[in-house]
């Protein structure tokens, strides 16, 4: 059984920052492809950001792109995004999720495994 866990959200200033961790337990990692997705109230699902399996390759939706990077340590089975320059609209639960199908990253219909999600606040 694959289970992900997102930590490290919380409430912070406009301006600050957070860095989310996502792990798992069942599943190594090492070998996927990985994704970050936020849903704010009343919002659908919107991706956030992605990483390949290496980690050699990143993409970033426009709306955070210069302010969060995902990076990942394999040998822990983890996947991280930096969030920097938070915004009030970076308001959101924020969810990692196992890619599993192919296609694009953007997709959230392409991941399989998904953990419960970590909130981040972001106040103005």
């Given amino acids: 059984q694959v289970q992900l866990l997102e930590s490290g959200g919380g409430l912070v200033q406009a301006g600050g920052s957070l860095r989310l961790s996502c792990t798992s337990s069942g ?3 090492s070998s996927d492809d990985m994704g970050w997705f936020r849903q704010a109230p009343g919002k659908e699902r919107e991706f956030v950001a ?7 390759s990143t993409f970033y939706a426009d709306s955070v792109k210069g302010r ?5 340590d394999n040998t822990k089975k983890a996947v991280y995004l930096q969030m920097n ?6 308001t959101a639960v924020y969810y990692c999720a196992v ?5 694009s ?3 959230a219909d392409k ?14």
């Avoid at 969060?68 to 990942?72: E, Y």
């Avoid at 953990?115 to 106040?123: E, I, L």
Wanted: no cysteine.
């Fill in 85 to 90: 320059s938070l915004k009030s609209e970076d």
């Fill in 50 to 56: 992605a990483i390949n399996w290496s980690g050699g």
């Fill in 27 to 29: 599943r190594t990692l």
């Fill in 111 to 124: 991941y399989l495994y998904w953990g419960q999600g970590t909130q981040v606040t972001v106040s103005s």
């Fill in 105 to 107: 990253y953007n997709k």
């Fill in 99 to 103: 890619k599993f199908y192919s296609g």
């Fill in 68 to 72: 969060f990077i995902i990076s990942r």
